[in-house]
């Protein structure tokens, strides 16, 4: 009696527990199977106990402790808890096995009847516990062992409930392996549940009961057709035939037939979409229907013919579209109009069917009338209420377009392709957001330029927000349509617009723009877009433009430009001369942050680079210096004497570049010259003729050293010798304009150098103007023109001579006559001699031009007269009267080589002379 009082208690408490949903009892389900079973065998010890003292109630007691085992078995089993329940079978399996009849002369009363029959029920109870707990431990041969001993009363029909949770366990386990396409496995126990109902009375079945005869009947067809032999498949069928016959109509039914159809070799696919238009047009399309047609029309979709040694057709099912998705399509197509009239509730379906029809269309390219039919589908989808679809099945709509576009694109098929992109710009996608839908006209443009189409282009550019129109990719085709349409406005714009875009691939987009243009030869828009890359790294010079080969292409696409005539010769020079000055600047920049050619791993091919840009920068300015504007020239020539001091820095072999360097150099200071008196602005011509100064000594300290170091050869020098002389004459000039006098001497020093000795006569005229310079300035001193009238009496010997002009040197001996008449009366009187010399020579035609009339008359008058004033200043002062006559002697000696007149100049003076000196006599 303990025992039963203490186990009913703790029965009844896990009954009160299992209501409570208190946060303490969250371990309760691993908690009240082990309550339950100590609950029962409890009770089951007390029932021991009344057997063993002959209680005659045991059959009741008997009947209690069963139902406490099968109810605390359920709960073992549904908590997972099945080595417990197998020990709780072990102690029922006691009462069942070796459960005893009463003698024969015990008579059973009512209640011990009844007790019996309840008895029999809870034992085919148990078996089919047993049998249940079986399955849950994966052992088939024990489930099958005590299914077996279940006692099945079809004319009982308190027994039915038996047979309904047998064909509950043979389903379950049927149903489980059919879910893991165990389909020979779950054939054999789905048969098992159906052949129940064979020994039932079908009159006797609940409502409850004829639907689970409905479910195990179309699993059983369905584990049928996955099997797939032949018997199997018509056995199918024929479940099939009888559930229609039975059931009439129902989608279900359909559904396996189209399954069963699919699985039969060959496969009817007429057959099969006849069957599934069925169900499209008179099945009620709720969201789970809906799902079991879409999942039919992919198999109709995908199917394929099996290939040899296949053992059916579900082997070999994949993604792809197979030859009858023209058929999956047409089951699309009249599935969404069938939808159509429920918008916008079945709008989430519709989004379905559209990306779905979509998705196959994309993957069967071939078939041409695709975007037709696709484009009246979307107008069906538009007309219904304004439909829109949503925003994710716009975005995989327009995903599936945009592959469906680049696929054509890669074969060519542009007008195909075009097609496609008006699909994707149809109002139903307006949900598809800015970003998208200027990603797809940006498609749009790419196709039309393709076909060549550039006002469709166009068309698609307009549609852009304006941050799409802003974006570097469709400035970037912009500068494509300019290209096609010869647009040079535009392909400047667009090219702006590229190097504007605040966008990571600019430098790419850039680069993809020379491309085009390259490509199609066009050389302007090609150096266009190059200059542009140049000025974007200029903006961002970290970025992975390598400058040398940037300013190399550059340059040579100006060259081409010049070599053609296509760019007019002071743009193009002045553009070639920004190349070498920006290629200059980056070898200085490269200095400045301690970067040498000697510290890089590519030191061979920056220094090659390096020779490129001084030898074309040098070449260039030789071949147009006649052609370009003096400042140009200069500019040019700065660039490369910059680029040969570098290549002589890094230790290059001289091999000419100290002859290139001289040249350089002499024709800046020319540029600088020409610029200097051309300049109107004082102080601007002033600043251009300290620039001459500056390049004329760098070219003394580079000849000197040239000659120091023996660089230049034989022929070379020669000609660097006349430039060094025209390079003494231009700081003559810039010494007199800059007014630095004191560093006069040492210029005219230069002139005497004997290397210059035949070409003293072109400084003359110079000389002889900055000896005027000097005379009338008030900011000078005698001292500045001392070395002149040596200089000029050289030039005048020089030019004696060689026999050169005697027009110019008897001027010259004139200008140094009167220079030197009141400062060096020595250097005068020789002035003298020499005119007299030349005179007689040309008298006796030992020269072929005769000395100048005028210029003797004007020595032989202006010494006479200076005679005149010595001889008066004598007078007043007592002596000096010999250097008069020495003057006097002088000016007869001149006036007698004058020949015009018959000697009238000579007799005069002689007159007058002779009476000057009577004056004196008598004074």
């Known amino acids: 009696m303990d025992f039963d009082r203490l186990g009913t208690q703790i029965w009844n408490a896990a009954i009160h527990l299992s209501g409570q949903s208190s946060p303490m009892l969250k371990t309760w389900p691993q908690l009240e199977p082990q309550l339950r079973v100590l609950a029962f065998f409890l009770l089951d010890a007390a029932q021991r106990c009344y057997v063993k003292h002959g209680n005659k109630k045991s059959s009741q007691n008997l009947v209690r402790v069963f139902k406490t085992a099968m109810k605390a078995a359920r709960i073992c089993i549904n908590a997972n808890a099945l080595d417990l329940c197998t020990r709780l079978f072990e102690k029922v399996a006691d009462h069942v096995e070796h459960k005893q009849d009463p003698p024969p002369e015990h008579k059973k009363d009512k209640q011990e009847s009844e007790a019996d029959e309840m008895l029999k029920e809870l034992t085919a109870d148990y078996y089919l516990l047993r049998a249940t707990a079986s399955w849950k431990q994966d052992k088939p041969d024990s489930v099958t062992f005590w299914l077996a001993r279940v006692l099945l009363l079809p004319n009982r029909a308190d027994l039915l409930r038996l047979a309904e949770k047998k064909v509950d366990l043979t389903y379950e386990v049927g149903k489980a392996a059919l879910k893991k396409k165990h389909f020979d496995i779950a054939a054999r126990w789905l048969e098992q549940s159906y052949s129940i109902f064979d020994d039932i009375d079908q009159e006797m079945l609940s409502s409850d009961f004829c639907d689970l005869r409905l479910v195990v009947t179309l699993d059983f067809a369905r584990a049928l057709v996955g099997v797939g032999d032949a018997a199997s498949l018509n056995k199918a069928s024929n479940l099939i035939v009888l559930l229609d016959q039975e059931y009439g109509y129902k989608t279900e039914v359909y559904l396996l037939k189209l399954d069963a159809i699919y699985a039969q070799e060959p496969f009817q696919a007429d057959e099969f979409h006849g069957a599934l238009t069925r169900i499209i047009r008179t099945a009620i399309l709720s969201e789970g229907t809906f799902r079991s047609i879409m999942y039919q029309i ?72 695709h975007p037709s039919r696709l484009e009246a589908l979307f107008e069906d989808i538009a ?127 850039l680069f993809a723009c020379a491309l085009e243009a390259q490509q199609i030869g066009d050389k302007r828009q090609f150096l266009a877009t190059m200059n542009k890359v140049l000025e974007y790294h200029e903006r961002n010079p970290s970025s992975d433009v390598r400058l040398p080969v940037l300013l190399r292409c550059i340059a040579g696409a100006i060259t081409a430009e010049l070599n053609t005539n296509d760019m007019p010769l002071e743009a193009g020079l002045t553009e070639l001369c920004k190349v070498f000055e920006a290629e200059t600047e980056h070898h200085f920049a490269a200095m400045r942050h301690g970067s040498t050619f000697k510290d890089g791993n590519d030191s061979d091919s920056r220094l090659a680079e390096l020779r490129w840009f001084s030898c074309h920068s040098y070449n260039t300015a030789l071949k147009y210096c006649s052609d370009m504007h003096p400042e140009l020239l200069m500019r040019f020539m700065t660039a490369s004497v910059s680029l040969i001091d570098l290549l002589r820095n890094e230790g290059e072999k001289d091999d000419g570049l100290i002859s290139r360097l001289l040249l350089c150099r002499f024709l800046a200071t020319s540029s600088l010259i020409v610029l200097a008196r051309s300049e109107d602005h004082i102080e601007r011509a002033l600043q251009l003729y300290m620039d001459v100064r500056r390049q004329i000594e760098a070219f003394h300290h580079s000849y000197q050293e040239a000659i120091q170091r023996n660089l230049l050869q034989p022929d070379v020098i020669s000609d660097v010798e006349i430039k060094e002389f025209e390079m003494i004459q231009f700081d003559l000039e810039a010494l007199m304009r800059l007014e630095q006098w004191n560093d006069l001497d040492k210029t005219l020093t230069m002139c005497l150098d004997a290397r210059h000795s035949d070409r003293l006569e072109r400084a003359a005229d110079l000389i002889l103007h900055i000896h005027t310079y000097i005379a009338n300035s008030c900011h000078t001193n005698q001292r500045h023109q001392e070395k002149i009238p040596t200089v000029m009496e050289k030039i005048i010997n020089t030019c004696w001579r060689n026999n050169k002009d005697i027009t110019r040197l008897a001027r010259w001996i004139r200008c140094l006559f009167q220079m030197t008449i009141t400062t060096d009366p020595v250097m005068s009187l020789r002035c003298l001699d020499q005119a007299h010399a030349i005179a007689n020579k040309a008298a006796m035609q030992q020269i072929p031009e005769p000395y100048p009339v005028e210029e003797l008359e004007w020595l032989a008058t202006t010494a006479f007269n200076h005679a005149v004033d010595l001889w008066f200043a004598s007078a007043d002062e007592g002596d000096g009267q010999d250097t008069a006559k020495a003057w006097a002697e002088k000016a007869l000696m001149l006036s007698g080589a004058v020949t015009i007149g018959e000697g009238a100049l000579h007799k005069t003076l002689q007159d007058k002379w002779m009476r000057l000196r009577e004056m004196g006599q008598q004074s």
Request: glycine share 4%.
């Open 298 to 369: 992919q198999k109709l979709n995908t199917y394929h013919p099996p290939k040899e040694g296949s053992l059916n057709s579900a082997n070999i099912v994949n993604s792809n579209p197979g030859p009858h998705s023209y058929l999956a399509c047409q089951s699309l197509d009249l599935l969404l109009s069938r939808l159509l009239p429920e918008l916008p509730a079945a709008l989430n379906m519709v989004e379905k069917i559209v990306v779905t029809r979509i998705w196959i269309s994309s993957l069967s390219l071939q078939v041409h009338d």
């Open 383 to 509: 007309n219904t209420n304004g439909t829109k679809l949503g925003l994710e099945a716009t975005h995989a709509s327009q995903s599936l377009i945009w592959k469906a576009v680049t696929s054509l694109q890669q074969v060519k098929n542009e007008l195909e392709a075009a097609r496609w992109c008006a699909l994707a710009n149809h109002a139903i996608f307006a949900s598809s957001g800015e970003m998208n839908k200027s990603k797809l006209l940006r498609k749009m443009m790419t196709v039309a330029i393709a076909k060549g189409d550039a006002a469709y282009a166009r068309k698609a550019y307009y549609q852009m927000s304006e941050v799409g129109k802003a974006s570097v990719m469709t400035r970037y085709l912009m500068f494509k349509i300019a290209l096609q349409e010869g647009d040079a406005q535009l392909a400047e714009e667009s090219l702006e617009g590229v190097l504007k875009a605040s966008s990571k691939e600019t430098e790419k987009y």
